[in-house]
C-alpha cells in the first residue's frame, strides 16, 4: 500500500480507498484483523492520526469494525461493501468523464463511441494497484 | 516561577522577536502548538525556521516577546525546557572525538528521564556500532544517532529542524520509521520545520508558513487544504480582471488562462469570479501544498 | 558531573600531554647532561634547583593554554553547539572546566617544589639564595602563571579563538611589566633600591587583573545565551 502526500486527495481518503480496495480484493477477508494503527502508520510512513481517522471512515461506513482491545476487523458484509464501494467509485469515475466530455464539448454519441470501444478492448491483467 | 500546567499548548510563541543588525530574522511570531499534534513549520530557506527553533530551545537570545514549552518560559529555565524537549538539529556538531556509546553515555547522565529500554530499542532499530568514533559516521547515521538522543529521554516535545536534508532515500525512510514510532508509543507533541513538503503532508496534522521572519498561514492541515481552492477560468480578451474574489492569495495569468488560489473558498466566491466580464469556462479545483505553498510565498515577494 | 569532567578532560588532553612533557622534559636534559658528565662548575643539585625553576616557568604556558582552550576550544568545532541543547547549567560546565583545569596546578606544582625543596633541604654547605628571594620568583612565577589563566580564559568565554585568547593570557603579564616601567619613567619616580617594591607592584597588578578577568569572564558566560 502506498499512499501520495502530494496528491490533492486527502491522505486518509487515500488510505480509506487503499484499504477498501484491499478487502474487495479480499486481501484482508471478514473476520480478519486489520493492521495495527501502529503498523499502518509506520509501514505507511504518516501520521497516525490519519491513520485513525481513515480507520474512523471506514467504521463508520461499516467495512470495518472495532473489539474492543482487539483491534479493527473486517465485517462480514465488508468484502461486498467494498465491492460496493468499489461500484461506486467506478460510477464517480464515469460520471466525471461524462462531465469532462460535455465541458470539452464532446457529443453523447462520440461518448457512447467511445465506451464501447473501451469496453471492447482486452482486459489490462495483473494491472492492479495491489501490484506495487 | 515554573508555570507547567499539563492542559496549555505544548508550545506557545507570543510575539518572539530576532533582530540580528537591522535586520528582523523572526518578526513578532505568535503561535500555539497544541499538545499531541504534529506540527509543520514550513518555509523556504532564511524564512526564519531554524532561528524560531533555536529561540525556543534556549540556544539564542530573544530581541522580544517570549517562547513558552511546556508552560516554562525559556528565557528563565532554559535547562528544564532542554530536560524536556527532544531536539534534532540541522546541522551536527556532536563530539568528532567521542565513540557513539559515550555519547550516549554522556547524555544519559545529564537528562533526568533517560529511558534505557528506549534507548536499547533505537541502537537495535537503527543498528548503531557503538564502539564506532563519531568521525567516522555517515551522515545518515549521524541523524539516527541525534534522533536516538532525542527520542531516548522519553521527551514529551519533539523538535526536529530540517532532519531529512541531505538524506539519502533509505536513510530518509529509517529516520521517518523512528520517528513514527515515538509518535505512536508515546503520543509527544512533534514540531518538525522542512521545506520538503512532501514529509510535513505524511506527519502534520497542523501547518504553519513562515516566510521573512512572518507567519503567513497557519492552521490543520486538512482545513486548509479543503477550504483553499483554486479557480481556473479562461480569460476571453487576456485581460486580467481587476475585481478578485475575497480572501486570494494569488492569481497568474498565462496566455488565456487565469488561475486564482483563494482561501476560505465558499459558492460565493465562484458566483464572483463568474460574473466577471471577459471570464468564461470557470472551473474548481482542489490545491496540493505545494502549489499553495508556492503560492503564498510568490504572493509575498510581490508585494515586497 | 564525572562525564562533564572527562569530557572536559578529553578536550584538554593535548594541553595535559604538553605539561608532562615540559614537566620532564627540562629535569630529563639536565640528568642527561649530569650522566655525560657535562656538568661543569655547577653541582648536580644547583643544576636540578635551576631546572625545576626553569620547568615552573615553562609549566605557566599550559596555564594559558588551558585558559584559552576552556570555553573558545569548544566554540571553533562547534561543538559546543551540541552541548547547547543538552540540559546541563552554565553553572556546571563552568565549574567542570575549572576544575579540570585545577587539576593542573598540583601537576605543575608539585613535582618541581618536591624536587626543590628536597635538594635545598639536604643542600651541602655553601652560599644559599635566601628564602625570601626563592619565595619572590616562585611567587612571581605562580601569579604569572595565574594571569595567563583568568585573562586566557576572559578571552575564551567571550570570543571564538582559543589561539587568540592563549596569546592575549600570555602577553598580560608582559604587559604589566612594561606599564609599571613607563610608569616609573614617566612619574619619574626614584629608584626603588630593591627590585621587591617592583615585584610587589607587579604581584598586586596582576592579582587584580586576574581577578577582574576571570570574573567577568565567568559572568559574561553565564548571562550569554548563545552556546
Known amino acids: ?50 491513520v485513525q481517522r481513515a480507520y474512523d471512515e471506514l467504521v463508520r461506513d461499516g467495512l470495518i469494525y472495532a473489539q474492543r482491545g482487539k483491534g479493527l476487523f473486517v465485517s462480514d458484509q465488508g468484502t461486498t461493501s467494498a465491492q460496493n464501494g468499489a461500484l461506486e467509485v467506478v460510477r464517480m469515475l464515469f460520471e466525471e468523464g461524462v462531465r469532462a466530455g460535455r465541458a470539452a464539448g464532446v457529443s453523447a454519441d462520440q461518448l457512447r463511441e467511445i465506451f464501447s470501444a473501451s469496453m471492447n478492448k482486452p482486459a489490462n491483467k495483473g494491472a492492479t494497484s495491489h501490484d506495487q | 516561577m515554573t508555570n507547567s500546567s499539563s492542559d496549555g499548548p505544548a508550545i506557545e510563541l507570543s510575539g518572539l522577536t530576532k533582530v540580528f543588525g537591522s535586520t528582523p530574522a523572526v518578526d513578532n511570531l505568535s503561535l500555539k502548538i497544541d499538545r499531541g499534534s504534529t506540527f509543520g513549520l514550513l518555509g523556504p530557506n532564511g524564512a526564519g525556521k531554524s532561528t524560531t527553533i533555536k529561540m525556543l530551545m534556549g540556544m539564542l537570545s530573544i530581541t522580544a516577546g517570549e517562547a513558552r514549552v511546556l508552560g ?80 531516548s529521554h522519553d521527551p514529551q516535545v519533539l523538535v526536529l529542524d530540517e532532519p531529512i536534508s541531505g538524506l539519502d532515500p533509505v536513510a530518509r525512510e529509517e529516520f521517518l520509521d523512528g520517528v513514527l514510532r515515538t509518535i505512536c508509543q508515546r503520543g509527544q507533541t512533534v514540531l518538525i520545520s522542512s521545506h520538503t513538503l512532501d514529509d510535513v503532508q505524511r506527519l502534520a496534522d497542523t501547518v504553519g508558513i513562515l516566510y521573512d521572519g512572518r507567519l503567513l498561514m497557519h492552521g490543520r492541515l486538512d482545513e486548509i487544504l479543503s477550504t483553499t481552492k483554486r ?10 480582471p481587476t475585481s478578485l474574489p475575497a480572501g486570494t492569495i494569488h492569481d497568474r495569468v498565462q496566455g488565456r488562462e487565469w488561475l486564482v488560489t483563494v482561501s476560505g473558498f465558499q459558492a460565493e466566491k465562484l458566483e464572483h469570479v463568474r460574473a466577471l466580464e471577459g471570464v468564461a469556462h470557470v472551473e474548481v479545483a482542489d490545491i496540493g501544498l505545494e502549489d499553495l505553498f508556492k503560492d503564498i510565498v510568490k504572493a509575498q515577494r510581490a508585494t515586497t | 558531573m564525572k562525564w562533564l569532567i572527562w569530557k572536559d578532560y578529553r578536550v584538554n588532553r593535548l594541553i595535559f600531554i604538553t605539561t608532562l612533557v615540559l614537566l620532564v622534559a627540562p629535569h630529563a636534559l639536565v ?37 584559552g582552550n576552556s570555553i573558545a576550544g569548544e566554540r571553533i568545532d562547534r561543538s559546543a553547539e551540541f552541548l547547547a541543547y543538552l540540559p546541563v547549567s552554565r553553572g556546571r560546565i563552568l565549574t567542570s572546566k575549572l576544575l ?21 633541604a639536604a643542600r651541602p654547605a655553601g652560599p644559599t639564595p635566601p628564602v625570601e628571594y626563592i619565595l619572590c620568583v616562585l611567587g612571581s612565577i605562580a601569579i604569572t602563571g595565574l594571569t595567563f589563566f583568568c585573562v586566557a580564559w576572559l578571552f575564551s568565554c567571550m570570543l571564538r579563538s582559543p589561539t587568540f585568547s592563549v596569546c592575549a593570557g600570555l602577553i598580560t603579564p608582559f604587559l604589566v611589566v612594561t606599564g609599571i616601567c613607563w610608569v616609573v619613567y614617566l612619574l619619574k619616580l626614584p629608584n626603588p633600591g630593591s627590585p621587591l617594591i617592583v615585584l610587589w607592584w607587579y604581584g598586586g597588578l596582576c592579582l587584580v587583573i586576574s581577578a577582574a578577568s576571570f570574573l567577568s569572564g565567568a559572568l559574561y558566560y553565564l548571562r550569554r545565551v548563545e552556546p
Open chain 2, 231 to 240: 479557480i481556473r477560468a479562461t480569460l476571453v480578451d487576456g485581460r486580467r
Open chain 2, 72 to 151: 516554562v518560559d525559556v528565557a528563565q529555565n532554559a535547562t528544564i525546557v532542554k530536560d524536556s524537549v527532544g531536539y534534532v538539529p540541522e546541522t551536527h556538531h556532536i563530539y568528532r572525538w567521542m565513540r557513539v556509546g559515550d555519547v550516549i553515555g554522556f547524555c544519559r547522565a545529564l537528562y533526568t528521564t533517560w529511558n534505557d529500554q528506549t534507548c536499547h530499542e533505537m541502537v537495535d532499530l537503527f543498528r548503531l556500532d557503538l564502539s564506532k568514533k563519531v568521525k567516522h559516521l555517515s551522515k545518515g547515521t549521524l541523524v539516527k544517532l541525534a534522533l536516538l538522543l532525542a527520542v
Open chain 1, 1 to 50: 500500500m502506498k499512499i501520495s502526500p502530494s496528491s490533492h486527495v486527502p491522505i486518509y481518503l487515500q488510505i480509506a480507498a487503499e484499504i477498501r480496495s484491499a478487502v474487495a480484493a479480499e486481501v484482508y477477508r471478514p473476520g480478519e484483523a486489520l493492521p495495527s494503527l501502529r503498523n499502518m502508520a509506520i509501514e505507511l510512513q504518516v501520521n497516525p492520526n490519519t
Open chain 3, 100 to 120: 579540570v583545569a585545577l587539576a593542573a596546578v598540583p601537576l605543575v606544582w608539585l613535582p618541581n617544589l618536591v624536587i626543590f625543596a628536597v635538594i635545598y
Open chain 3, 31 to 67: 640528568a642527561i647532561s649530569i650522566w655525560r658528565g657535562a656538568g661543569g662548575p655547577t653541582s648536580p643539585a644547583d643544576a636540578f634547583m635551576a631546572s625545576s625553576v626553569y620547568a615552573l616557568g615553562l609549566l605557566q604556558l599550559a596555564f594559558a593554554l588551558l585558559g
